[in-house]
Structure formats: C-alpha cells, structure tokens
C-alpha cells in the first residue's frame, strides 16, 4: 500500500520543480525589476527636485536685482516684473523635497512677489500702453518683500546645492554711468 500522496515519477517531479522554478523565478525577477524602478524613480525625482530649486532660486534672484532697485530709488518702474514661471512646473516635486517650514518660505515669498507685479499692473500710472514712467514705493515694504526673498532663494539653495545668500541677496553693483 503506498501512502505517500505525492508519489511522483521522475518525470512528475521534473515538471513540477519546473513550473516551480517559473513561477518562483517570476517572482523574483518582478520584485527586482519593481526595486530598481523604485530607485531609479527617485533618483530621477531627486534631480528634478535638484534641478527645479536652482531655477526657482534663479527666477527669485532675478526678481529680487529688480526689488532691490525699487528700494534703492523708492520706485516701481512700468517695465519691473519677472514672475516666477517656473513654479508651477517644480512645484510638485519640490512640494515633496522641501521641509514644511522651506516650502511654505518659498511659496509665501513667492505669492507676495507675484502678487506686488500683478497689482503694479493696474496703478493708474500703468494703465495707459504709451506712458513708461514709474510710482513711488514703500522702501520699507519693499526690503520686507526682499528679506522674504532671500529667505525663499536659501530654502531652495540648499535643495539644489546653490550658495546661501545673507539677510539679502547680494548682486554685483552696476557699473555707473561715469566711469565710460
């Protein structure tokens, strides 16, 4: 009497270890193949989000060389204005790199800008196409809106591996008109 249920042939067990093999080799290459996307998709999120903070940061440092004109002369001239465009298109990565506290820095900074060019827009001053022309500016206002800059292009800095600026963001001085 044989007892034993799974009293296989050679041939029998050939088979099974086979589709065993399959199946476990199957198993295998589908969770390496799941790891190595894993890590190559981080890896490629990670220098998106490298590369998103340095244009961002760019972006923010153009706009602050404007603000730091309007502080110096107290003015807002028509022609002032670099929106931070490339926002929106780092922001999702960026949103998952930055700390709360960076990310809410930058996004801040960056609605205050985008919010002083769009109300420059519509100043009285501004309304007519052919006047180029400027209006007075708050300096105090204007080095607050600066400070928060700065704070938002270091936030970024540090993700994209970029310099830290001080309280402001230094640029170079123009060179002046009488040294031609």
């Not at 969770?31 to 923010?60: P, S, Y």
């Not at 402001?168 to 009488?178: E, K, L």
């Amino acid at each position: 009497m044989n007892y034993l249920p799974l009293a296989l042939s050679s041939t029998e067990w050939a088979l099974v270890g086979a589709v065993a093999g399959a199946v476990i080799g199957g198993l295998v290459t589908a969770i390496a193949t799941g790891v190595v996307d894993a890590l190559f998709a981080k890896r490629r999120d990670d220098e998106t989000a490298r590369i998103g903070a340095k244009v961002v940061a760019g972006q923010i440092g153009l706009a602050d060389s404007q603000l730091r004109e309007a502080e110096r002369e107290g003015l807002w001239w028509r022609f002032y204005g670099v929106p931070i465009s490339s926002w929106p298109d780092y922001q999702g990565v960026l949103v998952a790199r930055l700390s709360g506290k960076d990310l809410e820095t930058v996004a801040q900074a960056i609605a205050v800008m985008e919010l002083l060019w769009q109300s420059m827009r519509f100043v009285p001053e501004f309304l007519e196409d052919s006047k180029l022309g400027s209006v007075a500016l708050d300096r105090q206002k204007t080095r607050a809106i600066r400070l928060e800059a700065a704070k938002a292009y270091n936030a970024l800095a540090r993700l994209g591996g970029l310099s830290q600026e001080g309280e402001v963001i230094s640029h170079p001085d123009p060179p002046s008109t009488g040294d031609r």
